[in-house]
Nanobody, 121 residues
Framework: QVQLVESGGGLVQAGGSLRLSCAASGSIFSIDDMGWYRQAPGKQRELVASITRSGSTNYGDSVKDRFTISRDNAKNTVYLQMNSLKPEDTAVYYC???????????????WGQGTQVTVST
C-alpha cells in the first residue's frame, strides 16, 4: 500500500504564512512528479504547484510569487510554503504523487486525504 499524508493546515489571518507537508509511505520504489492541488467549496479542484523529481517547478497563476513548492526525495516528502495568504486561498489542499510501487511494480497516481487551509480577513 502507498499512502500520502498531509499536515500543516489551519487557520491564519490574511497576509500570514503556512507550511504544508506531505509524506509518502508504504511500498515505494520511486516518486516522479509531486504536486499540491486545492478545492474550494463549489469550485473544481485546481493545480497549485507541482515539482518533478529533479526539482523543476510549475505554479498556478494565482499563487506565483507567493507560494513555493519543494521536496526532499530522501524523505519522500513534498512541501508547500505559502506566504502572503489571501482569503481566496481558503480551500482543502491535497497532495498528489506519481509513484512506482516497489511491491507490485505498477505506477499509480495517489492522493492524500486533504488538509484544510482557512484564511480570515
Amino acid at each position: 500500500q502507498v499512502q500520502l499524508v498531509e499536515s500543516g493546515g489551519g487557520l491564519v489571518q490574511a497576509g500570514g504564512s503556512l507550511r504544508l507537508s506531505c509524506a509518502a509511505s508504504g511500498s515505494i520504489f520511486s516518486i516522479d512528479d509531486m504536486g499540491w492541488y486545492r478545492q474550494a467549496p463549489g469550485k473544481q479542484r485546481e493545480l497549485v504547484a507541482s515539482i518533478t523529481r529533479s526539482g523543476s517547478t510549475n505554479y498556478g497563476d494565482s499563487v506565483k510569487d507567493r507560494f513555493t513548492i519543494s521536496r526532499d526525495n530522501a524523505k519522500n516528502t513534498v512541501y508547500l510554503q505559502m506566504n502572503s495568504l489571501k482569503p481566496e486561498d481558503t480551500a482543502v489542499y491535497y497532495c498528489n504523487g506519481d509513484i512506482l510501487n516497489g511491491r507490485t511494480w505498477s505506477r499509480g497516481n495517489y492522493w492524500g486525504q486533504g488538509t484544510q487551509v482557512t484564511v480570515s480577513t
